[in-house]
């Protein structure tokens, strides 16, 4: 009986040593499983981490791009918007220096069409085949041909129909024989500079 209580303790220890490597290796078989889903879920948070700085990056790319294309369309708008105004005052500028040109030739001409009238007047009055008035035709001649050449002219008045923004009616007379508002007779001649009236006709209306 002794001798099967020891051989029973002795297969009993044995089995107790078979059966502890057994847990041994299977407690480092699950530490190694664990270490293997540690440094999966590592690596899968690693580069979560790396995509969502890919991500970010991206948008403060994104966002530094979108900025810097708001400055050009601000400069663009407010270059384009200085490039109008300088264009608006440049016409401006030359519209009224030509309004300056015209204002003065106009004041330049109102003064030289008194010498006009008395020319006028005195070669009306010189007798037929005088030297001396034969020059001063030619002269006064001269200074017409100068004076249309700078764009003046005379109006027309005398059978056209009276128009207030050229005639100027100090008279009327009447007569059946002439139609209503006919210019009969020139008093003073008027003149144009270009499309301006200088001097208005002073006329004579029938009717």
Not at 20 to 37: H, I, M, N
Not at 73 to 89: K, P
């Amino acid at each position: 009986m002794a001798e099967e209580k020891e051989n029973k303790s002795t297969v009993e220890e044995e089995t107790t040593e078979d059966k502890r490597p057994a847990d041994a290796e299977t407690q480092e078989e699950t530490q190694e499983a664990g270490e293997e889903e540690q440094t999966e879920e590592t690596q899968e948070e690693e580069q979560e981490e790396k995509a969502e700085e890919k991500k970010t990056s991206f948008f403060k790319k994104k966002e530094k791009k979108d900025k810097k294309e708001q400055q050009i369309a601000e400069l663009t708008d407010r270059l384009q918007r200085t490039m109008a105004e300088f264009d608006n005052f440049r016409k401006r500028t030359e519209k009224e220096k030509a309004s300056m040109y015209i204002i003065g030739a106009k004041e330049i001409v109102e003064k030289i069409l008194p010498v006009v009238d008395n020319f006028e007047r005195g070669l009306a009055s010189a007798e037929e085949g005088d030297a001396f008035a034969e020059g001063m035709k030619m002269i006064y001649k001269q200074l017409m041909t100068t004076l249309e050449e700078l764009g003046v002219e005379p109006i027309e008045a005398v059978g056209k129909e009276f128009n207030p923004d050229f005639h100027n009616a100090v008279m009327h007379v009447e007569d059946d024989s002439l139609g209503e508002n006919v210019v009969v007779e020139e008093l003073q001649k008027g003149y144009m500079y270009k499309s301006f009236v200088i001097r208005h006709s002073m006329v004579k209306v029938a009717n």
